[in-house]
């Protein structure tokens, strides 16, 4: 588990806490091997990996990239969480940015492991997902605790 923070946007104990917290959340999900990376980017670099990699212009919250055939035995896996929507959704959600990041990042690991949320019924399985999840490893619902509006967790690749 590595995550990647080249613009210094948390402090060192939110980066190592974010690192701890999704190896715990990996082990929720089943992902027992391999590699995440996880890349915290901000609204420039977002906007331009959205529109590069998924052909939509405008930032999200979370891109995906999986290369495993099988990500639960062999993770390969980089996720680019935008810290700019997470500092606008965290205090929406009265909660930190840290764990709005926690959010993005078990979101993206769910897309590589068949979740979607293209559709109200698939997001609402997936949004439960994460909760679930979260609150499993000790940090509690975090996507729900705003009543589970969809304003950010938008699509991903």
Same mark, same amino acid.
């Given at each position: ?10 402090? =060192? ?12 959340? =990996?082990?929720?999900?089943?992902? &027992?091997?391999? !590699? ?14 959205? !529109?590069? +990699? ?12 999986? +290369? ?8 390969d896996v980089d996720v680019m969480v935008c810290v700019d929507e997470a500092m606008r959704q965290a205090a929406s959600r ?5 764990? !709005?990041?926690?959010?993005? &990042? ?8 068949? @979740?979607?949320? @293209?559709?109200? !019924? ?14 499993a490893i000790g940090v509690g619902a975090v996507f729900a605790s705003d009543g589970g509006t969809d304003e950010s967790l938008?699509?991903?690749?």
């Open positions: 588990m590595d995550v990647i923070d080249s613009r210094s946007a948390l402090s =060192c104990a939110d980066r190592t806490w974010l690192e701890q917290t999704l190896r715990s959340a =990996c082990g929720a999900l089943g992902v &027992s091997g391999g !590699e995440v990376r996880v890349e915290v980017i901000d609204d420039g670099a977002m906007i331009a990996a959205h !529109e590069r +990699y998924s052909g939509v212009a405008g930032a999200t919250d979370v891109l995906t990239f999986s +290369y495993a055939d099988d990500p639960r035995a062999d993770a009265s909660h930190g940015v840290r764990e !709005e990041l926690l959010l993005y &990042s078990v979101h993206g690991l769910l897309h590589t492991l068949g @979740h979607d949320d @293209h559709d109200e !019924e698939a997001a609402r399985v997936m949004h439960a997902e994460e909760d679930r999840v979260l609150t938008g699509v991903t690749p």
